[in-house]
Nanobody, 120 residues
């Protein structure tokens, strides 16, 4: 079994900063990649940022230059550093991971989500 536990969500003022973390645990062989998605009320879930085990990153256009995704491989943890936050960043943020599970199998997992609210 694999568990993803997010932390760091909360209330922040426009222009402020917040850092999310997601720690993976379980019986996976190795992490293939991890990332962050978000879902605002009444909206579909969309990609925010991803990072591969080799370090390659991908960002949604609206967060480029403001958000930074990173991974601590030894700790099986992915981070999302969010700067210059805007009201439109308000959403539930979900951690996502693709894991090598053994026997040549890759499975993906989701965290339970953490609320991020940007408001004055």
């Amino acid at each position: 079994q694999v568990q993803l536990v997010e932390s760091g969500g909360g209330l922040v003022q426009p222009g402020g900063s917040l850092t999310l973390s997601c720690a993976a645990s379980g019986s996976f062989i190795r992490i293939n990649g991890m990332g962050w998605y978000r879902q605002a009320p009444g909206k579909q879930r969309t990609l925010v940022a991803t990072i591969g085990i080799g370090g390659a990153t991908n960002y949604e256009e609206s967060v480029k230059g403001r958000f930074t995704v990173s991974m601590d491989n030894a700790a099986n943890t992915v981070y999302l550093q969010m700067n210059s936050m805007k009201s439109e960043d308000t959403a539930v943020y979900y951690c996502h991971a693709v894991m090598f599970m053994g026997w040549g199998r890759r499975d993906d997992y989701w965290g339970q989500g953490t609320q991020v609210t940007v408001s004055s």
